[in-house]
């Protein structure tokens, strides 16, 4: 099985530390933070990774290599500009291959077991189950679009009176979920995973352990307060 770890951002709520270091290579516990992402997918067993990048990409190259002293291989896909995820996804469609693929966003920090999602990658069946999200209760600050999870494990759009999750960033896709996206153009994730939602595609679960978004200096130290007590 593949991943991607999306790292193609320009990070601009951390500026000036953006300004010229990439932010997925933000150190938090004395690594970068896409560095614990890769680490956490070679135990797993995930070692062909592909890494999407536009901002200061030759950076992220220069900082990885070919990911062999990782004990993993990754091919990089340059964007030039940002696609935006679902875009990015997309044009590094080639790259991923026809099986169902992980997705990570490199600038986030959590424990969520990447065994989970592989076993959830290998219940999609690119009709019925196109993607598998790794959802987390609503945190205290901006995430985006508020999803709720259904009792029989689909993931829908919050409405009122339902429980609201944040999408972690984390997640398994089939490749017919971007079958109609056009690769090489930007578009962002979110209309397409409503889409997919309201055609009942969409599976989830729900993270209980670390998950911090790294948008700002602030959870940038939080991070690595957190990962500084990590060992691996």
Not at 80 to 91: C, H, S, W
Not at 112 to 127: C, H, K, N, S
Not at 193 to 219: F, I, K, N, S, Y
């Amino acid at each position: 099985m593949k991943a991607m770890i999306l790292a193609a951002g320009r990070g601009e709520r951390m500026r000036p530390l953006t300004d010229h270091t990439p932010k997925p290579l933000l150190v938090a516990g004395g690594k970068p933070l896409i560095q614990w992402h890769i680490e956490r997918l070679v135990r797993a067993g995930v070692t062909e990774l592909v890494i999407n990048h536009a901002w200061l990409g030759e950076r992220i190259e220069e900082a990885l290599g070919d990911g062999s002293r990782f004990g993993a291989s990754i091919a990089y896909s340059p964007e030039g500009q940002a696609l935006e995820t679902a875009g990015g996804i997309a044009t590094a469609l080639p790259l991923l291959g026809d099986a169902p693929f992980l997705v990570l966003n490199g600038d986030v920090l959590a424990d969520f077991p990447v065994e989970r999602l592989i076993e959830a990658a290998a219940r999609l069946d690119g009709d019925a189950a196109q993607a598998h999200l790794a959802l987390t209760p609503k945190a205290g600050y901006p995430t985006g679009r508020d999803l709720t999870l259904r009792a029989d494990g689909r993931v829908a759009a919050c409405g009122d009176g339902d429980t609201p999750y944040t999408f972690c960033g984390l997640a398994a896709y089939h490749p017919a979920f971007f079958r109609e996206v056009k690769p090489g153009a930007a578009s962002p994730l979110l209309p397409w995973l409503l889409a997919a939602m309201e055609q009942g595609r969409v599976r989830g679960e729900v993270q209980q352990g670390v998950w911090l978004d790294v948008g700002t200096p602030e959870r940038l130290a939080e991070a690595d307060r957190i990962a500084s007590g990590w060992t691996a």
